[in-house]
């Protein structure tokens, strides 16, 4: 008897800790996700004021398109956490749009003349798994709603 109140005591604690880290999480997730659209929202200020005004150059273009696909990727984790913290389940198919998110913005950032052909290979095989598994797991999101 002692020995299942202990356990459930502990299990309380732990479940207490993990609620607040996850609160806390939540709460540094949002903060970092609005300070980097700030920073963003400065940076492409900054960069449409330059001369030629109005005009952004690739690498310019380039490195905002791979912020701006950052902060999305915050926003899917946030979604992540928040789906957790309510409704203590990790949604796979958010799990892979963030990995997805990720590797388009590697690609999109790459200067794929100055890799090795093994490396493009790889990341190839990335999109294909990521593909994929995001398609098996609709899919079968899919047959289980219609059971």
Do not use: C
């Not at 939540?26 to 005009?55: A, S």
């Not at 003349?113 to 093994?118: A, H, T």
């Not at 990335?126 to 047959?143: D, P, R």
């Amino acid at each position: 008897m002692i020995i299942k109140l202990w356990k459930q005591k502990m299990f309380n604690i732990l479940n207490f800790l993990e609620r607040g880290v996850t609160l806390s999480l939540i709460f540094l997730m949002t903060f970092v996700i609005v300070i980097g659209t700030i920073d963003l929202f400065v940076n492409l200020g900054q960069e449409m004021i330059k001369p030629p005004i109005g005009l952004l150059s690739v690498e310019n273009l380039l490195g905002i398109f791979g912020f701006f696909f950052t902060i999305l990727i915050g926003l899917e984790l946030l979604e992540t956490i928040k789906t957790y913290f309510t409704k203590e389940q990790i949604h796979v198919e958010i799990v892979f749009l963030v990995a997805m998110i990720a590797i388009a913005r590697k690609v999109i950032l790459l200067e794929v003349s100055k890799l090795d052909p093994l490396v493009l290979v790889g990341i190839a095989s990335i999109i294909i798994a990521l593909t994929a598994g995001y398609f098996m797991v609709k899919k079968a999101h899919a047959e289980k709603i219609s059971k």
